[in-house]
C-alpha cells in the first residue's frame, strides 16, 4: 500500500473511509479497499502528471466513487477539496441515465487528465478481479472495451512508461 503523507491525501482518505463506512464489495471485502487499490495504482498508469496533479489525482482515486456510491454530494466535496479533485471525482461520476459508451467517451472528450488516470486506475483494478471468472466475462470484456477506447482517444497525454 502507498504512504500517504500530505493533507490533501489525507483528508480525501478519511472522507472515503468515512463514506464508505459499512459498504462490502461484491466479494464481501469493505468496500473502501477498492478505492485504495485505486490509489496504489495511480503511479503505473501511462498518463503524465505534473507533481500537483498527481497529488490530485492520488486523492480523485480514494474519493472516485463516493458521489455514486454514497450521499455525498459534489457540492460537499467542493467544500473541502480544490476544483481540479472536485471536477474529476464529478467526470468520474457515471449518472444512471448515461449509457456506459457515453460516460466514457465523455470523459475522453473531457481531456481532464486526473480523471483520466483515475478511470486507467479503476478499470485496471476493476478487471483484475473479474478476470478468470465466467460470470464476469461481460464486464471484463466492458472494461477492456473502455480501456481502450480512453488510450485510443486520450492518446495525447498518455505515454508508455515502458519503453521510458
Do not use: W
Not at 490509489?39 to 489525482?57: C, K
Request: proline share 2%; aromatic share 6%; hydrophobic share 35%.
Amino acid at each position: 500500500m502507498r504512504l500517504i503523507t500530505n493533507d490533501i491525501e489525507k483528508l480525501a482518505m478519511r472522507t472515503a473511509y468515512a463514506a464508505h463506512d459499512g459498504q462490502y464489495g461484491k466479494d464481501g471485502l469493505p468496500y473502501i479497499l477498492h478505492p485504495i487499490a485505486v490509489n496504489d495504482l495511480i503511479d503505473h498508469t501511462p498518463v503524465t502528471l505534473t507533481e500537483t496533479e498527481q497529488i490530485y489525482t492520488h486523492a480523485a482515486a480514494l474519493l472516485h466513487d463516493i458521489v455514486e456510491d454514497t450521499d455525498v454530494t459534489i457540492s460537499d466535496l467542493q467544500l473541502r477539496f480544490p476544483k481540479q479533485i472536485t471536477d474529476a471525482v464529478a467526470l468520474l461520476t457515471h449518472e444512471k441515465n448515461i449509457t456506459y459508451v457515453d460516460y466514457i467517451l465523455a470523459l475522453c472528450n473531457s481531456q481532464n487528465k486526473i480523471a483520466i488516470a483515475v478511470k486507467i486506475a479503476d478499470l485496471t483494478h476493476n478487471l483484475s478481479r473479474c478476470i478468470g471468472k465466467s460470470d464476469y466475462r461481460n464486464l471484463e470484456k466492458r472494461y477492456r472495451n473502455a480501456l481502450k477506447t480512453i488510450k485510443t482517444q486520450c492518446n495525447n497525454f498518455i505515454t508508455d512508461k515502458k519503453k521510458g
